[in-house]
């Protein structure tokens, strides 16, 4: 049993984490390399396979968090753990930086100064689909903020998330994942399962992946901008047209959203957000025309 979820972690957990990586000659999809095992394996009992992509085929490298996977590999005795270690730590920067401007004129990594930069932009997918999840993608940066203050390519990565999550709750705070930007240059996805869905308010699908309505992508925006500048000390993000314009419309859909499903008036009132899907899986859609079940007005 154990040998069966070390083994497998390695090659699951990452062949998850897919990305095209085209625009880098020679590299694989991720989708493809993830599905064979690699050498060297570890030492240990379970010979867990090496399971990173080439340096040159990675999405992004911070010599920061290269330091940490050495020093923390080094400081694990069990050669299994090592290597499962060292092959997951880095796994969002090695495969779903997806499109990164780091905003200097010249582009990613051209070293012009603060002063000469604009705002940087992140897009960062979560498995084989070229969209970004707010609360995912948060959750995927957690582990290298800490870092950041060390390292101004790393903190210009987690800020360009912060504006690109600011950009799409902006344009619209219903949604739970979205599509590139057009600058980016990557191809929208299509939605495969979005299919015989009604959902108001509507959405632009070239702007928007699904919108399925989550209060907790809320709490993953705000989460990220508070747990970078904790670590930076920098708040700039936040004097942003565009991230104040965020931070307004999401406060608007929670007080919206704080109504009763029946007025004063035991007459009921029409919800702002519904979602119907044709579907066998009550968990896939929403009860009452989409409404939701009936609610008290809460405070929360």
């Not at 100064?113 to 979560?126: C, G, H, M, N, V």
């Not at 600058?183 to 399962?193: D, H, K, Q, T, V």
């Amino acid at each position: 049993m154990k040998h069966n979820v070390l083994a497998a972690a390695s090659l699951v957990l990452l062949a998850n984490t897919a990305l095209t990586l085209c625009s880098r000659a020679g590299c694989p999809s991720y989708t493809e390399y993830s599905s064979v095992a690699h050498g060297p394996f570890s030492a240990g009992k379970y010979r867990i396979p090496s399971m990173r992509p080439p340096r040159r085929c990675r999405t992004f490298v911070s010599a920061t968090v290269e330091r940490v996977v050495e020093d923390v590999t080094a400081a694990i005795a069990d050669p299994d753990w090592k290597h499962l270690f060292g092959n997951t730590f880095a796994n969002t920067l090695d495969t779903t930086v997806a499109w990164h401007d780091d905003g200097s004129n010249g582009g990613s990594g051209s070293g012009n100064s603060t002063k000469e930069r604009r705002a940087p932009y992140t897009f960062l997918i979560t498995g084989d689909i070229t969209a970004q999840w707010i609360r995912d993608s948060t959750n995927q940066m957690m582990p290298y903020i800490a870092y950041a203050a060390d390292d101004d390519a790393l903190a210009r990565l987690v800020l360009g998330l912060i504006n690109m999550q600011a950009e799409e709750l902006a344009a619209y705070p219903y949604g739970n994942a979205f599509q590139p930007p057009a600058r980016s240059g990557l191809a929208p996805s299509r939605n495969g399962i979005g299919v015989d869905v009604r959902v108001t308010p509507a959405y632009d699908s070239s702007v928007v992946f699904e919108a399925k309505f989550e209060i907790d992508s809320f709490a993953s925006f705000f989460q990220l901008g508070n747990r970078y500048w904790a670590a930076t000390g920098d708040a700039a993000f936040a004097e942003s047209e565009t991230w104040q314009t965020a931070v307004a419309a999401i406060l608007a859909v929670v007080r919206q959203q704080q109504q009763p499903t029946f007025g004063a008036d035991n007459r009921p009132n029409r919800p702002a957000v519904t979602y119907v899907r044709k579907t066998w899986t009550a968990t896939e859609t929403q009860f009452v025309g989409g409404g939701g079940n009936p609610a008290k007005r809460t405070g929360m």
